[in-house]
């Protein structure tokens, strides 16, 4: 007899093979089961590859390792100046998301960037060659269209109710594997990157690599929420970091897609930056929040309504901007012509300023652009200031200068602040916005050498491309 009251040997023994079998049953119901997602909405996922025509490296017969070097200008002298480029065909690999049952397809814009061809391959093998309807390159979305009926959708969800810490899965094509399933949580919402200013995506830890890019990002009750877009990574391939488009960012610009053939977003014309804690003080703020105008363009509608530069806008509409990155898309997404009103903190106090929104011109800000400031690999970059240009000697349409390194590709090649870049990939650099678009052009993962003039001397410095 036990006057203790506790269970015996034998009732312990019982005691602790129940917890033994209730154990993993308990710790297999907090693990998402993921097949039900797939077998439903799986269909709805598709191949895309696509064949693009681009010019062949090189400047005709100067060997593209002698460019850039003392030996070209023995080349140009003993072989002739450069002649006509033949083109070169190359393949590459997306995947993208069904939308409607008569052939409607969202995917990247990156991946059917200059195609000549779009082939789209659904689960059941079928392949169907593919009419891009249009693309918008700001936030990497693209609608394509095929012949078809009856085909399997895909249902939108509402990014705003996705949490931080929530299960999410991926379904695409990553190197060429289709309908590859992989699956990890959101790690956090509304993050904003260098290279895209009208976008606040969706991080999550889902293995991405290339190939998945245009693909769907689904929650457990099987809506798609985002466009799997981006990775972050120093060696090409997935590491912990990837980025998706919140579906209705994607959705909103296809239906303008759909409806005018080009997607027309707000416009306010100021190039901006973060407030730093120092900044925050200098300008009589009690904490470091809100974009800081560093220039504002003149003509453009921040212009007309008394925007100055200095001014640190807090608030669109009432609704609180707490970094830089925050600002591009709440203007972005509001109509052109349509009236917004700005809270704005100017020599320690607030003012409301209110504002007709523009509307983006992409051939404008192009030229903006050349002018101005802009950030590609880790970097930010600018047209060569003339007296530099001038003691350099190098010719108008030659160069951009580094203003500040901010980390990946660019810091960990050895760029510095003040070089002066010259080439990429042996092709020569005429601007910032032309050097973002042979970074574009180059294959993911590459490392590429890159000619930057520093002080007297130049050197060559291998880049990896993200």
């Known amino acids: 007899m036990h006057s203790s009251g506790l269970p015996g040997r034998g009732g312990s023994v019982l005691i602790f093979l129940i917890l033994l079998m209730v154990a993993p049953v308990v710790g297999a119901q907090k693990l998402p089961d993921f097949t039900g997602i797939v077998e439903e909405h799986g269909p709805s996922v598709v191949n895309i590859s696509t064949t693009q025509k681009t010019p062949a490296e090189g400047t005709g017969r100067v060997p593209p390792q002698f460019e850039g070097t003392p ?56 392949q169907m060659e593919a009419e891009l309807v249009g693309r918008d390159a700001t936030i990497d979305i693209a609608l394509l269209k095929v012949d078809a009926d009856n085909l399997p959708t895909a249902q939108m969800g509402d990014p705003e109710e996705v949490s931080v810490g929530e299960w999410v899965v991926a379904i695409g094509s990553p190197f060429g594997f289709e309908n590859s399933v992989t699956a990890g949580i959101v790690s956090a919402k509304g993050r904003s990157l260098p290279s895209d200013n009208y976008t606040n995506f969706i991080q999550t830890d889902v293995a991405v690599n290339p190939g998945n890019s245009g693909g769907p990002l689904f929650n457990l009750d099987g809506e798609v929420v985002g466009i799997n877009a981006q990775i972050y990574s120093k060696s090409g391939g997935f590491m912990g970091l990837s980025f998706a488009i919140p579906i209705d960012v994607a959705m909103d610009a296809v239906d303008q897609i759909k409806e005018h053939g080009e997607v027309r977003r707000g416009w306010l014309g100021v190039y901006i930056q973060d407030v730093s804690s120092d900044l925050a003080e200098s300008f009589g703020m009690d904490k470091p929040t809100g974009a800081l105008v560093a220039r504002v363009i003149e003509g453009g509608p921040a212009d007309k309504a008394g925007l100055q530069s200095g001014d640190v806008v807090i608030a669109v509409d009432g609704e609180e901007i707490r970094t830089a990155g925050d600002l591009p898309p709440k203007i972005g997404q509001l109509k052109p012509g349509s009236e917004a009103t700005l809270t704005v903190v100017r020599e320690g106090e607030e003012r409301r300023i209110s504002v007709t929104v523009g509307a983006r011109d992409e051939r404008q800000m192009a030229a903006d652009e050349e002018t101005g400031p802009s950030k590609v690999l880790g970097m930010q970059v600018r047209p060569v200031p003339a007296d530099i240009r001038k003691e350099l000697g190098l010719p108008a349409d030659r160069g951009v200068q580094v203003t500040e390194v901010v980390g990946g590709a660019a810091a960990s090649a050895g760029v510095r602040k003040g070089d002066v870049i010259l080439k990429l990939a042996n092709r020569a650099v005429t601007g910032p916005k032309q050097l973002a678009e042979l970074v574009e052009g180059l294959p993911s993962g590459r490392v590429t050498p890159m000619l930057v003039r520093r002080g007297e001397g130049a050197l060559f410095l291998p880049i990896q491309i993200p």
């Open 71 to 126: 030996f070209e200008d023995f080349f140009k002298r003993f072989f002739g100046e450069q002649g006509p480029q033949p083109e070169r065909e190359t393949q590459s690999l997306g995947s993208g998301v069904i939308i409607s049952a008569d052939g409607y397809i969202v995917t990247n814009a990156h991946v059917v960037k200059n195609a000549s061809e779009i082939v789209v391959q659904l689960t059941d093998r079928r």
